[in-house]
């Protein structure tokens, strides 16, 4: 079973709103909740989940960012040693414009914070070669189908 963990802060010049869509442009089905981290109400965090499903559009910007190899190499640093899952960060100002970043360091808007978990090892690697296929000179070599992604 797939599972996506987005969450990403909300600052005091921001509005829940803004988070809220940045976050939904990359991953537009996930099932978002805000909750406030101080008495004014003015920082809080959004969090959300989603499943295999919602990563869709997260494989189509991949492509249309041309950015393929840097994912995948965003999903082997992030790999978790007691867990089949990877984290990684996502510029919460270029989603908020429907775009997608993996920015080198914290940014000062912040950023939006990625879990991705699995059933399995295996079933995490067919996930990763389905969002980010090894490439050969800027080509896919092959990309397994999604319904071929979650174990049974």
């Known amino acids: ?44 965090m959004v969090e959300g989940t ?6 869709r559009h997260f494989h189509l910007l991949l492509r249309e960012e041309e950015i393929i190899d840097t994912a995948r190499t965003q999903f082997e640093v992030g790999m978790s040693r007691n867990a089949p899952s990877t984290s990684f ?16 360091d914290e940014e000062p808007l912040g950023l939006l914070h990625v879990t991705i978990s699995a059933g399995s090892s295996f079933e995490l690697q067919r996930l ?10 800027g080509k896919i070599l092959f990309e397994p189908d999604i ?3 979650e174990s049974t």
């Open 1 to 44: 079973m797939i599972e996506v963990r987005v969450s990403a802060r909300v600052n005091p010049t921001e509005t829940e709103v803004k988070v809220r869509t940045a976050v939904q442009n990359i991953f537009p089905l996930a099932d978002l909740t805000y909750n406030k981290t101080d008495d004014t109400g003015l920082c809080g």
């Open 50 to 55: 989603t499943g295999r499903e919602g990563l």
């Open 89 to 104: 960060r996502i510029s919460k100002f270029v989603a908020f414009v429907g775009r997608l970043n993996f920015p080198a």
């Open 128 to 137: 990763m070669e389905w969002l980010a296929p090894p490439t050969e000179k």
């Open 147 to 149: 319904e071929d992604v």
